[in-house]
C-alpha cells in the first residue's frame, strides 16, 4: 500500500530530472545549429547519443 501511494512520487522526481537534462540538451542543439547549421547539428547530436546511450 505504500509503494502504491509514495512510488509514483518518487517516478516523477526522476522524470523531471530527465526532461530537465534533455531540455539542457535541446539548448546545446539549437547554438550548434546556428554554427553547424540545423542538419549538421542534428547529426552531431544523433552521433553522440549512439556513443553514450549505444
Given at each position: 500500500?505504500?509503494?502504491?501511494?509514495?512510488?509514483?512520487?518518487?517516478?516523477?522526481?526522476?522524470?523531471?530530472?530527465?526532461?530537465?537534462?534533455?531540455?539542457?540538451?535541446?539548448g546545446?542543439?539549437?547554438?550548434?545549429?546556428?554554427?553547424?547549421?540545423?542538419?549538421q547539428?542534428?547529426?552531431?547530436?544523433?552521433?553522440?547519443y549512439?556513443?553514450?546511450?549505444?
Open positions: 500500500m505504500q509503494n502504491g501511494l509514495y512510488g509514483l512520487a518518487l517516478g516523477s522526481a526522476r522524470h523531471e530530472f530527465i526532461r530537465r537534462r534533455m531540455d539542457c540538451l535541446g546545446y542543439q539549437q547554438r550548434l545549429a546556428g554554427q553547424l547549421g540545423e542538419e547539428a542534428m547529426q552531431l547530436m544523433y552521433a553522440l549512439v556513443q553514450v546511450v549505444g
